[in-house]
C-alpha cells in the first residue's frame, strides 16, 4: 500500500510552546490530508481535513487558531501547534488520499506522540 | 456519514479463526467498507476493503450481504500479534471523510 511518514514521531515541548508536526506521502502525491487527534484507550477524531492548495477545513470544537494547517503541496502536509498546553498532549494522526485516482481508501501515517510538560 | 457498531472488544485463542461483525444500517449506494487495524502507539493500518459479496486478501476476509447492512471481517487462525483494535469505516472515497467508531478491540490469548 501508499506510504505515508511523519515527523517527528514523538515530542516533548514546554508549555507555550508551538510545536510543527510533518505528514508526508512518500510515494503517491495526496490530494486530500486529514488530520486526527487520539487521546489514549479513544477512537480517532478528525480534527481537519486539508486540500492541497487551498483552506483546511476543521470539523467542529477545534481551534483553526490554535491547530495551524498547512498543505501547501501534494506530498506534504504540516499541523502547528500553536502556544501549546497539557491538554494539548495527545497522539496525532495524519492519512492521505488521492481524489484523482478514486482511491477508496485512506492512508494511515505512524503518528506522532506529543506531550506538552 | 454513515455510522458504524461494533463489538467493544473480543477474546479468542491462537489458531482459531475470529470474526468481526459491523453494522452500518444507513450506508450510502456509494459507500465501501473498509477495515483497519491499530495497534497500540501506531497509526491503523488497512486490512481489506469491499462493496458487495466477499472479498479476500492474503491476510483477511470481509464479507457483505446483499443488502450491505453488515459486514464481517473474517481473520483465519489468529495469532498473539493480531492483538489490536479493529475499526469497519465506511465511507465513499479515500478523500472524503470518515468517522472512526469506538472499534473492536481483539485479544489473542495463548
Known amino acids: 500500500g501508499a506510504v505515508v511518514s511523519q515527523h517527528p514521531s514523538w515530542v516533548i515541548c514546554k508549555s507555550g510552546t508551538s510545536v510543527k508536526i510533518e505528514c508526508r506521502s512518500l510515494d503517491f502525491q495526496a490530494t486530500t490530508m486529514f488530520w486526527y487527534r487520539q487521546f489514549p484507550k479513544q477512537s480517532l477524531m478528525l480534527m481537519a481535513t486539508s486540500n492541497e492548495g487551498s483552506k483546511a477545513t476543521y470539523e467542529q470544537g477545534v481551534e483553526k487558531d490554535k491547530f495551524l494547517i498547512n498543505h501547501a503541496s501534494l506530498t506534504l502536509s504540516t499541523l502547528t501547534v500553536t502556544s501549546a498546553h497539557p491538554e494539548d498532549s495527545s497522539f496525532y494522526i495524519c492519512s492521505a488520499g488521492n481524489r484523482d485516482r478514486g482511491w477508496q481508501t485512506q492512508y494511515f501515517g505512524p503518528g506522532t506522540r506529543l506531550l506538552v510538560l | 456519514l454513515a455510522k458504524t457498531t461494533q463489538p467493544i472488544s473480543m477474546d479468542s485463542y491462537e489458531g482459531q479463526e475470529v470474526n468481526i461483525t459491523c453494522s452500518h444500517n444507513?450506508?450510502?449506494?456509494?459507500?465501501?467498507i473498509t477495515w483497519y487495524q491499530q495497534f497500540p502507539s501506531q497509526g491503523p493500518r488497512f486490512i481489506i476493503q469491499g462493496y458487495k459479496t466477499k472479498v479476500t486478501n492474503e491476510v483477511a476476509s470481509l464479507f457483505i450481504p446483499a443488502d450491505r447492512k453488515s459486514s464481517t471481517l473474517s481473520l483465519p487462525r489468529v495469532s498473539l500479534s493480531d492483538t489490536a483494535v479493529y475499526y469497519c469505516?465506511?465511507?465513499?472515497?479515500?478523500?472524503?471523510?470518515?468517522?472512526f467508531g469506538i472499534g473492536t478491540k481483539l485479544q489473542v490469548i495463548p
Open positions: 469505516l465506511v465511507g465513499s472515497g479515500g478523500y472524503q471523510k470518515v468517522t
Open positions: 444507513n450506508i450510502a449506494t456509494n459507500d465501501y
